[in-house]
T-cell receptor, first 114, second 111 residues
C-alpha cells in the first residue's frame, strides 16, 4: 500500500514564477492537508480539502496561494508570483474519513525561490 | 488561540531513557499526536493520546494529562537512529482537523 506521494521532491523557481505542488493521498484516504515548514520552524497548517471541496483554508495566505483537490487526480497547491519568503518545505498529509483519524505525511516538496 | 511548547534541544546517551515534554494551551482539545522527523524527511506518526494516561508502543510511550495541558514522549533503550526532531501536535475540538504543531525538540543521541 503506497504512502502519500508528493512531486516534485525539489522545485527551484525564480521570483515571479508559478509553483505547482502535487499530492496523491494514500489509497482509501479522502482527506488531504497541506502544511508548510520554514527552516528551523514547526509545521504550519495551510489548508484542508476533501474531493472537490475546500473545508478549511484558515492557514492559507490571502493572496497568491490556492489549492484544489479535483474529483480525479492529485491535490494541487499552487503558488503564483513566488517570492523568496515562499522558500520552504511543503508537506501534504492524508487521512481516512472520521474525526479521530491520524494524518500520514508525504515526503514533502522543497521549494527554493531564487 | 493555540500555543504549544516543547524544549528546543535535548541530548541523551545511547541505551538510556529520555523524556520529551510538551505543554499546550488551546481553545479546544481533541487529541495529541507525536511525530518523529529526521532531517530532510517527512514526519512519521508515533503516537496518539485523547484520554488521560499512558500509551505504550514498544520502546516509545506517550502520556497525557488533559487537566494540566501536558504530555510527554518517553523513549527507552535509545539508539543512534533515534536522533531526530520530535513534534508535538494538538488537534482542536469542534470538527477542525488541522493540527497545531510545536516547534519540535531536536534530540541528539550520543554513543
Amino acid at each position: 500500500n503506497a504512502g502519500v506521494m508528493q512531486n516534485p521532491r525539489h522545485l527551484v523557481r525564480r521570483r515571479g514564477q508559478e509553483a505547482r505542488l502535487r499530492c496523491s493521498p494514500m489509497k482509501g484516504h479522502s482527506h488531504v492537508y497541506w502544511y508548510r515548514q520554514l527552516p528551523e520552524e514547526g509545521l504550519k497548517f495551510m489548508v484542508y480539502l476533501q474531493k472537490e471541496n475546500i473545508i478549511d483554508e484558515s492557514g492559507m495566505p490571502k493572496e497568491r496561494f490556492s489549492a484544489e483537490f479535483p474529483k480525479e487526480g492529485p491535490s494541487i497547491l499552487r503558488i503564483q508570483q513566488v517570492v523568496r519568503g515562499d522558500s520552504a518545505a511543503y508537506f501534504c498529509a492524508s487521512s481516512p474519513a472520521g474525526l479521530g483519524e491520524t494524518q500520514y505525511f508525504g515526503p514533502g516538496t522543497r521549494l527554493l525561490v531564487l | 488561540g493555540q500555543n504549544i511548547d516543547q524544549p528546543t534541544e535535548m541530548t541523551a546517551t545511547e541505551g538510556a531513557i529520555v523524556q520529551i515534554n510538551c505543554t499546550y494551551q488551546t481553545s479546544g482539545f481533541n487529541g495529541l499526536f507525536w511525530y518523529q522527523q529526521h532531517a530532510g524527511e517527512a514526519p512519521t506518526f508515533l503516537s496518539y493520546n485523547v484520554l488521560d494516561g499512558l500509551e505504550e508502543k514498544g520502546r516509545f510511550s506517550s502520556f497525557l494529562s488533559r487537566s494540566k495541558g501536558y504530555s510527554y514522549l518517553l523513549l527507552k533503550e535509545l539508539q543512534m537512529k533515534d536522533s531526530a526532531s520530535y513534534l508535538c501536535a494538538v488537534r482542536p475540538y469542534g470538527g477542525r482537523r488541522a493540527l497545531t504543531f510545536g516547534s519540535g525538540t531536536r534530540l541528539q543521541v550520543q554513543p
